[in-house]
């Protein structure tokens, strides 16, 4: 059986359980108020975090207040807000800015010539798609006149039979573009650019005088250097384009910038005398800059004088050596030829070549890939009626240069050559055109002895034809300096990683493209160390580089991108050699994108490919209705602005692409007057940073001026101000509550009494009745609408505040934000010292309240241990006296056994 227990006394019949808890019940209280205490404590902690929480709601509130950004909030309205968009910048200034949007951007969009149906096969070739290596780059008109660039406005053409035409010039950025403007404006007149001036041609047949001049009190005309009146068919300009010491390296050597060494060492002059100049050009930006490392070099003293004359660099040798001057590039750079300075010295005077192709053109030596002309020479030409001329182009350096020649060709009999010379319509080649509608000879063109003008520029010919087009000339666009940074597709950057090139024997290395590859040139340095025989090298196009396997192995030569980078692809290298012209394996990485067409594709098939190429366009057969051949072949650039502008070669086949929508730029004049104001243009309709520190999207163009009014928004800091109120007024209501008394019912707020929240109190009090900033007129609060009540709560009065800010706008700004009297920055010092999560006044009261409660703890943990002794003890003892009790009572019974058998014995 189990046994029974029980908290009454078997022997003494008492309840020691509830004795023993009497006992110890009566002994706990002083745990019980050691427990209350605890609480208290706790509650208190509770109400000091809310109190602390709301209390950091007027800190941020202040702090707001203390900030500059707060006062410098602007407000923008725009007159015409259907027209422009305006956002302001932090550099955002107060006042009114006139704008006027020009033109809105555009993408090109091209048609081909019609065909018969989508089925109709297109022809055999290849189609390039460049992205660059235009040669009719326009000539920036703030370059013109030594920088002084050309005041825009209207100028008036006469021509010889005295019809007059005016011309918009307001809205020109290029020499381009007035090219273009005069040639659209329906004048007997055209308008060319010639090395440095421009040339414009009567065809009226008149007598009277050709003339232009300024409308108004413009200055167009005459900063063009066309302003006159002359009783011929021709003006000849004046010179308005030289090459200057503050030109940039970029806008040299048609945009191709010298590559410095790594070693510091660029040029190396070699005077007469043998003393070696050895010319650090890294931190040089100019040409000027140019010009001075030299001169400057410590050891120069005077043997080598550099200076720029004609639009190029001349060194003269002063030493009195007997050696010859000599220029070379060192280890790793390609400055010479960049310069124009990979000449030889005549006697003691070095003078380079011209740094660039003048108005609107490019270098010769800059074509086919940077190999240029091979040999400068005489060119024949032959036009329909059989009549011939030869031109000299022995001392031709720019493409104009050739096309002027050609434009001007006559027969030894003087008579004109009825053939013109142009940039062709896709703006990467040439187009010869006979013009005289004859048919009795070949349009021939062919070089003279051992010149080669004619075949490196695609124009040599023989043919039944009207026109002679040289293609792609290949202008160098890319070189070694080229940047990693905007090489990859869509003018992204190269990714960093490694890549793997297998020759074709076999042999295979790893290139790594990390944080000290910045160039193409540093890529191709890697890959020609790198122990394959591979030579990569600037391919003869202009626009890659290109990888040559000269190995010879029965192999394939391969570059394969390793990881997950892509690096190899961003370069246009990944992938597999094919045999070139040279019967060696190589890999051409062209920027541009080719696509090959096989004698069977159709109009459809192109479609196909184009869609597919990646190149920028997208291509879309429509059908226009037309009778006879009505399908044709659209292509729309994905972006807008002339650099994006659609540059396709079609390899010959014949697509017949004319322009539905040129590429443009948007255009948004600063100002009203086209002379005197700023032309901004951007590739998108948006404009960043433009003066009056405003970023402005162009909605609508043709409106005429806008005005953008920026002033300070008001708002931002009323609503500062009114938010302060608010988080000060929600503290003093915290506050309140956690601190109340109720006589009635004797009810106190669990901080009635606390001297955190006294302390509190007062510190508040004193940092709303401070005075601040630096204009007596406004030092305090109350100077800015905001008191006591009656209450005790804060008060705002807006319209005192709103006069405040709008008549006194700085005085406001530096009561608030000034950086030592400020409200600002006292209130953060005040409020810092009460909310700081680790010295404030809350964190230590909190702090002191966790040290009380722990020894509260503490104690009721020891008290709790010695009741829960004496309860043990207790119930031994009880146990003890039921024992002795239980003896007892045995004894009597035994006694009383016993004295009942003395009894019985008696008997």
């Known amino acids: 059986m189990s046994a029974v227990t029980t908290s009454v006394g078997l022997v003494s019949g008492l309840n020691t359980g509830e004795i023993i808890e009497a006992l110890i019940n009566a002994q706990r209280a002083s745990v019980a108020r050691l427990e209350s205490r ?19 709601s007027v800190k941020t509130s202040a702090d707001t207040l203390g900030k500059a950004s707060t006062f410098t909030n602007f407000a923008v309205t725009v007159s015409d807000a259907s027209a422009l968009m305006a956002t302001t910048r932090s550099n955002a200034t107060l ?49 013109l006149n030594d920088g002084n660039g050309v005041r825009l406005g209207a100028i008036r053409l006469t021509d010889r039979i005295g019809a007059t035409t005016d011309v918009d010039l307001s809205s020109a950025r290029t020499v381009a573009d007035v090219v273009n403007a005069v040639n659209a404006s329906g004048a007997a007149v055209t308008a060319a650019a010639r090395g440095d001036h421009l040339v414009l041609t009567d065809s009226s047949g008149g007598s009277g005088n050709l003339s232009v001049r300024d409308i108004g009190n413009g200055h167009t005309a005459a900063d063009l250097g066309i302003a006159s009146s002359v009783a011929t068919n021709t003006i000849t300009g004046s010179a308005i384009y030289s090459v200057s010491e503050s030109f940039s390296l970029s806008q040299i050597n048609d945009g191709n910038a010298p590559r410095f060494s790594a070693t510091g060492v660029d040029l190396r002059i070699t005077a007469g005398d043998g003393t070696q100049l050895d010319i650090e050009l890294s931190n040089v930006t100019t040409l000027g800059g140019v010009l001075e490392a030299i001169n400057g070099h410590a050891g120069n003293g005077g043997k080598i004088a550099a200076s720029l004359v004609n639009g190029r660099i001349v060194l003269e040798d002063a030493s009195g050596g007997a050696g010859t001057l000599a220029v070379a590039d060192t280890t790793g750079s390609s400055v010479l030829r960049a310069l124009g300075l990979d000449v030889t010295a005549a006697a003691t005077t070095l003078t380079g070549k011209a740094l660039t192709g003048g108005l609107n053109s490019v270098l010769l030596r800059n074509l086919n890939g940077g190999n240029g002309i091979a040999q400068l020479g005489q060119v024949t030409l032959t036009d329909r009626t059989g009549a011939t001329a030869t031109v000299d182009l022995s001392t031709a350096e720019s493409l104009d240069d050739v096309l002027a020649a050609i434009n001007a060709a006559q027969t030894s009999g003087g008579q004109k050559l009825a053939i013109t010379a142009s940039v062709d319509s896709a703006g990467l080649g040439i187009e010869l055109r006979d013009t005289s509608g004859a048919t009795a000879s070949n349009v021939i063109v062919s070089d003279v002895g051992g010149g080669t003008v004619a075949v490196d520029l695609k124009i040599a010919a023989d043919s039944a034809t009207s026109s002679v087009r040289s293609g792609h000339l290949g202008r160098l666009y890319v070189s070694e300096s080229t940047s990693l940074a905007k090489y990859a597709a869509d003018g992204k950057a190269v990714s960093l990683g490694t890549f793997q090139i297998t020759d074709s024997s076999g042999t295979v290395s790893s290139i790594s493209v990390g944080s000290d590859t910045r160039t193409l040139g540093d890529v191709i340095d890697k890959i020609n160390a790198a122990g394959v025989q591979v030579t990569a090298r600037l391919n003869d196009t202009g626009d890659g580089l290109v990888l040559i396997d000269e190995a010879g192995g029965t192999g394939s030569l391969t570059v394969t991108n390793l990881g997950t980078a892509k690096t190899a692809t961003a370069l246009k290298i990944a992938g597999t050699g094919i045999v070139g012209g040279d019967g060696k394996l190589r890999i051409d990485g062209r920027q541009s994108v080719q696509i090959t067409l096989d004698a069977d594709d159709t109009l459809s098939d192109l479609e196909v490919k184009l869609r597919s190429a990646n190149a920028g366009l997208t291509a879309t057969i429509f059908n226009d209705g037309s009778p006879a051949n009505p399908n044709r072949l659209l292509l729309s650039g994905t972006k807008s602005g002339t650099v994006n502008r659609l540059r396709i070669d079609d390899g010959g086949i014949g697509l017949g692409l004319s322009t539905v929508v040129a590429a443009q ?32 999207d162009l909605l609508q163009a043709g409106t005429g001026p806008i005005e953008v009014t920026v002033g300070r928004d008001l708002a931002a800091v009323k609503n500062a101000v009114k938010q302060f109120v608010t988080t000060y007024n929600q503290y003093y209501d915290t506050a309140g509550e956690l601190t109340k008394f109720d006589p009635a019912t004797n009810q106190r707020g669990i901080l009635q009494g606390d001297g955190t929240v006294s302390r509190v109190r007062t510190r508040l009090d004193g940092l709303l009745s401070g005075r601040y900033g630096t204009d007596s007129s406004l030092s305090s609060l109350a100077d800015l609408g905001v008191t006591f009540g009656p209450t005790g709560k804060l008060v705002l009065d807006e319209e005192k505040l709103a006069q405040v800010l709008n008549e006194k706008p700085d005085a406001a700004k530096g009561f608030f934000s000034d950086r030592t009297k400020g409200f600002g920055v006292k ?28 020894r509260i703890e503490q104690r009721v943990d020891q008290l709790d241990a010695i009741l829960l002794s004496r309860r043990d003890r207790l119930i031994r003892q009880f146990a003890k006296m039921e024992e002795v009790l239980n003896g007892l009572q045995s004894q009597q019974t035994a006694l009383v056994q016993l004295a009942n058998l003395a009894v019985s014995n008696r008997k």
């Open 38 to 56: 605890q609480r208290n404590y706790e509650s208190s902690q509770l109400g000091l975090k809310a109190l602390e929480a709301t209390l950091l």
């Open 827 to 854: 209130s953060k010092a005040v409020l810092d010292s009460l909310t700081d999560p680790f010295t404030g006044s809350f964190k230590l009261q909190d702090d002191a309240l966790t040290d009380s409660i722990t």
């Open 95 to 143: 006042g009114t800015t006139t704008f006027q949007p020009l033109q809105k951007a555009s993408a090109h969009t091209l048609k081909s010539r019609g065909y018969s149906s989508v089925d109709q096969v297109v022809g055999a070739g290849t189609i390039t798609i460049a992205r660059g290596g235009e040669v009719d780059t326009g000539t920036s008109l703030s370059l």
């Open 665 to 696: 730029d948007a255009l948004l004049r600063v100002g009203n007057d086209p002379a005197t104001g700023v032309l901004l243009a951007s590739e998108t309709n948006s404009f960043k940073n433009v003066p009056g520190g405003l970023d402005i």
